[in-house]
C-alpha cells in the first residue's frame, strides 16, 4: 500500500517511553556497593541528561564507575485478574545501558542545562535561559545511550536495540 505508515522501530517504541516520562532511575555501582537514585531527566538523540549538585555520592560512584543503567517505568492502569487468579497488570518500561559522563565543560553544562529547561516550558510558563554564573552553580550529567531493552504489557512484547559503531 503507497500510503501505509511504516510500523515503528523497537528503538522508536523505547524513545516514546523515555520522552514522554520525567523520573527514572539511575543506577550505579562501585566495587560491591549498588546505589539507584531516582532523578528528573531529559531524553535527547540518544541520550540522557541531567542536572545535579556539584558533589554528592551520585557523583563519586561516577567517577568511579561510569558504567550506568538508567530505568524508566509507567502503570497504564488497574491489575485486572485473569487465568488461574494471575493478575494482569499494564505497564511499559524501559532500561537503558550506558556510560555517564560529568560535564565538567562551563559552556556545554549552560547549553545541556537549557536543553534540561527547554523540555520542561510550557505556553504558560516560559523559563529563563540558563546562564554561566547559574551553570557554575549546577552540575549536569551526561548518559550516551549505548543499548535499551523495553517491555510493553499487556501482550508479550519485548523490545531491544544496540548502538552501531
Known amino acids: 500500500m503507497p500510503n501505509e505508515v511504516p ?19 539511575l543506577g550505579m555501582a562501585s566495587g560491591d556497593e549498588p546505589y539507584v537514585v531516582p532523578i528528573n531527566y531529559v531524553y535527547l538523540e540518544g541520550k540522557i541528561l541531567m542536572h545535579c549538585a556539584l558533589a554528592g555520592k551520585k557523583l563519586q560512584m561516577i567517577r568511579r564507575n561510569p558504567s550506568v543503567c538508567f530505568v524508566v517505568s509507567r502503570q497504564e492502569g488497574s491489575a485486572t485478574p485473569h487465568d488461574a487468579n494471575q493478575c494482569d497488570m499494564p505497564f511499559e518500561s524501559v532500561i537503558c545501558y550506558g556510560t555517564a559522563r560529568i560535564v565538567n565543560d562551563l559552556e556545554e553544562r549552560v547549553e545541556l542545562l537549557n536543553q534540561f529547561q527547554r523540555r520542561y516550558d510550557t505556553p504558560a510558563k516560559q523559563r529563563e535561559p540558563i546562564t554561566a554564573e547559574r551553570a557554575q552553580r549546577c552540575g549536569a550529567i551526561v548518559i550516551e545511550v549505548e543499548s535499551m531493552t523495553g517491555r510493553k504489557h499487556p501482550g508479550k512484547h519485548w523490545f531491544a536495540w544496540v548502538k552501531e559503531e
Do not use: P
Request: hydrophobic share 40%; glycine share 6%; proline share 0%.
Open 7 to 25: 510500523a515503528a522501530s523497537e528503538k522508536d517504541v523505547m524513545e516514546q517511553v523515555l520522552c514522554s516520562e520525567v523520573v527514572g532511575h
